[in-house]
């Protein structure tokens, strides 16, 4: 029997959201350690519909990275990959929705965070968008609604649950992280080509794991090259 893509679309949305209430049960709450060392310690802050996780230590001045989840999820089903990331001296500013593909709750946690830490980030802060799944493809939409310098998309899905508006600027440097185990928001045969025909500096990386990856721990091996490529871009 063919399914309706409406009979799909439902049918992935309910695989996401039960994946991630089982991933987030295991996850490891306490942070990871950050790509090359953790030199920040990381406090946990709440504002509205948005978690920070605020970084201190280091050169005392930090750059953003804006977090959407994926469908179903929340910044508690990723604290242990955004601490890792904050770890490394970066301003976390995650989005609590479990439907982040507009990009609209990003844009509103990055410039919540640019009023709340003004003495610790500047007034002109390096800012990355980033996300799983839903939250990875509405990475795009966050970038282009706040003027971000880079996109972190991991295992984004373009298709079923949030499909990018328009491309980035032709500055803003891009990575998708796919993993070869993946099955909902695989690379092929949609979602590499959605990144790269809305990217001009665009990078593509392989990892492996799972889907639900991101949820345990510091985010396995798709964590890890999410951190490298936040250290690349935002560490001062």
């Not at 929340?74 to 593909?101: D, H, K, P």
Request: hydrophobic share 35%; glycine share 14%.
């Amino acid at each position: 029997m063919k399914l309706s893509t409406k009979t799909k679309f439902a049918s992935i949305l309910v695989i996401l959201a039960s994946g991630l209430f089982i991933s987030s049960s295991a996850l490891a709450i306490g942070g990871g350690g950050g790509f090359g060392g953790s030199d920040c310690s990381v406090s946990r802050d709440s504002g509205s519909g948005a978690v920070f996780y605020v970084p201190s230590g280091g050169d005392g001045s930090y750059n953003i990275l804006g977090w959407g989840n994926g469908t179903g999820g929340t910044s508690s089903t990723y604290r242990g990959l955004l601490e890792s990331v904050a770890e490394q001296c970066i301003l976390v500013a995650a989005a609590t929705t479990a439907n982040s593909g507009s990009g609209r709750e990003v844009e509103s946690a990055v410039n919540q965070a640019k009023s709340r830490y003004r003495n610790i980030i500047g007034n002109n802060p390096k800012v990355c968008t980033s996300g799983h799944s839903q939250g990875g493809g509405g990475s795009f939409n966050a970038a282009n609604r706040l003027g971000a310098d880079c996109v972190i998309a991991v295992q984004p899905d373009t298709v079923y649950t949030t499909s990018i508006d328009r491309p980035v600027a032709s500055d803003v440097d891009v990575v998708c992280i796919f993993s070869t185990a993946d099955t909902l928001a695989p690379a092929l045969p949609f979602n590499a080509g959605n990144c790269r025909r809305n990217s001009t500096r665009y990078t593509q990386e392989t990892t492996s794991g799972g889907h639900f990856a991101p949820t345990t721990g510091d985010g396995g091996a798709p964590g890890e090259v999410m951190r490298e490529y936040a250290a690349r871009w935002l560490v001062n």
